[in-house]
Nanobody, 116 residues
C-alpha cells in the first residue's frame, strides 16, 4: 500500500493550493483519511479528516474532500498564510485484506511554503 501526496509548492500569502493524495496497491477497504502537517521545529498536527462517503468539509480556509472511486483525498487551501508553511502528509486507515485488521498508513509528504 502506498499513499502519494502531491500539489505542494511555493506560493505567496493570499494564494491557493490544492493538495492531492492517492492510495495505491492492494487493499480491501479504506476508512478514514486525513491530512496532517508538520512545520519546522513543531509536532505534526491534524488538519482535516474525512470518512468514506462523507461530503466535503470546510474548516476555516481549508476544504477536505474525497473521491472514493479513485481512492483519493484532496485539500483545497485558500488564502494561505505564512504560518501554513509545513510539510503536509496524508494518512489513511486501510484494511489490507478481508479478515485482517486495519492499520494507519502515511504518505511521504508534500512541502507547502507560503511567502509573505
Amino acid at each position: 500500500v502506498q499513499l502519494q501526496a502531491s500539489g505542494g509548492g511555493l506560493v505567496q500569502a493570499g494564494e491557493s493550493l490544492r493538495l492531492s493524495c492517492a492510495a495505491s496497491g492492494r487493499f480491501a477497504s479504506i476508512g478514514v483519511m486525513s491530512w496532517y502537517r508538520q512545520a519546522p521545529g513543531k509536532e505534526r498536527e491534524l488538519v482535516a479528516t474525512i470518512n468514506k462517503g462523507d461530503p466535503p468539509s470546510v474548516a476555516d480556509r481549508f476544504t477536505i474532500s474525497r473521491d472514493d472511486a479513485k481512492n483519493m483525498i484532496f485539500l483545497q487551501m485558500n488564502d494561505l498564510k505564512p504560518y501554513d508553511t509545513a510539510v503536509y502528509y496524508c494518512n489513511a486507515y486501510i484494511r489490507r485484506a478481508w479478515g485482517r485488521d486495519m492499520s494507519y498508513y502515511w504518505g511521504q509528504g508534500t512541502q507547502v511554503t507560503v511567502s509573505s
